[in-house]
């Protein structure tokens, strides 16, 4: 049974489930109206923000993307979600958590506070997080709480117009294009049965990743490319990053590191809406900035993609499988 109020349901909700009656102009700004809650027991999906841009090699202020995000969100929950036909709340229970805090001039204690964060959240529930970010690096961190739940290696499903595998060996270093180099060399994930979907960037060695590089999916189109991903990562748990960046700069230009070339919208939504019986453990979208947005076009994408996610997280719970 969920209370029907109007406005304000980030805060005035009680319960976890259904959706309140908003002016979408208006109001607290949690993703999608979820109640903001720090008690994760009763929750599917705990969703959180990770405001970190002091790993970017080129254009800052992805700090300000969890923000972004939630305000483009508003939209979204005001109608039953397209082409899904329901609204996902009436099933699935999802939280906003706030965002992440850390001393952000004490940087060589930000990936623990990262790591425990997520800890926090998955080792006291049964819930998935979405996490928004802030800068792709978020996802290293991100990948050790959920190794550690959920065993290593992991597969990783990874969007992005870079491979972010470039060499690094220095324990400590803050970098959103090496972490999945670290990843990789730390075991918390297994390149054999992970894809790496619309890059456009060169590496010398991509670490033996499977690569569906953004010309061959704009030449074979979305139903191949669905096929290869479940080829590649099967029935293994898999983490799935959504780097903004991944759509063409035409679709997102409020990013760090834009690249020309890159997918649609349509492309990106239609193949992160097929990936339903993928054994996914934990989700996030990154490297919104909002400052080189455009009439919040890149936010408004990140905040549908993010949507998704919760669509298939909410038919995996109703076929008893999230």
Not at 289 to 310: C, F, G, K, R, V
Request: hydrophobic share 45%.
């Amino acid at each position: 049974m969920t209370d029907k109020i109007y406005g304000d349901g980030a805060f005035r909700r009680q319960g976890l489930m259904g959706s309140a009656t908003e002016n979408t102009y208006a109001g607290a700004l949690s993703f999608m109206r979820r109640r903001y809650s720090r008690d994760v027991a009763d929750a599917d999906v705990v969703i959180s923000g990770v405001p970190l841009d002091l790993a970017t090699t080129f254009r800052p202020g992805a700090r300000l993307g969890p923000a972004a995000i939630r305000a483009a969100s508003v939209q979204l929950a005001e109608l039953n979600l397209f082409p899904w036909g329901f609204d996902p709340f009436d099933d699935l229970a999802v939280i906003d958590y706030g965002d992440c805090w850390f001393d952000a001039h004490q940087p060589w204690t930000i990936r623990e506070t990262i790591v425990q964060h997520a800890r926090d959240i998955i080792n006291h529930s049964n819930a998935k997080m979405l996490t928004f970010g802030g800068d792709h690096f978020i996802t290293y961190p991100l990948l050790q709480a959920h190794a550690e739940k959920y065993g290593k290696p992991l597969s990783l499903l990874h969007f992005d117009a870079h491979c972010d595998t470039w060499p690094d060996d220095a324990p400590d270093s803050l970098n959103h294009g090496t972490m999945f180099y670290k990843a990789i060399k730390d075991g918390l994930i297994d390149p054999k049965t992970s894809a790496q979907v619309g890059i456009r960037t060169w590496n010398s060695d991509f670490m033996g990743m499977n690569m569906l590089f953004a010309p061959w999916i704009n030449e074979h189109g979305v139903d191949a490319t669905v096929k290869r991903i479940y080829e590649v990562i099967g029935d293994n748990p898999v983490y799935l990053t959504f780097d903004i960046d991944c759509l063409d700069p035409a679709f997102a230009p409020g990013t760090g590191t834009p690249v020309a070339g890159g997918l649609s919208s349509h492309q990106a939504l239609s193949i992160v809406r097929a990936l339903g019986d993928l054994n996914i453990v934990g989700m996030d979208v990154v490297e919104v900035s909002p400052a080189y947005d455009n009439a919040e076009i890149t936010a408004i994408a990140a905040a549908h993609i993010a949507a998704d996610m919760l669509c298939l997280m909410r038919n995996k719970k109703v076929a008893g499988t999230l």
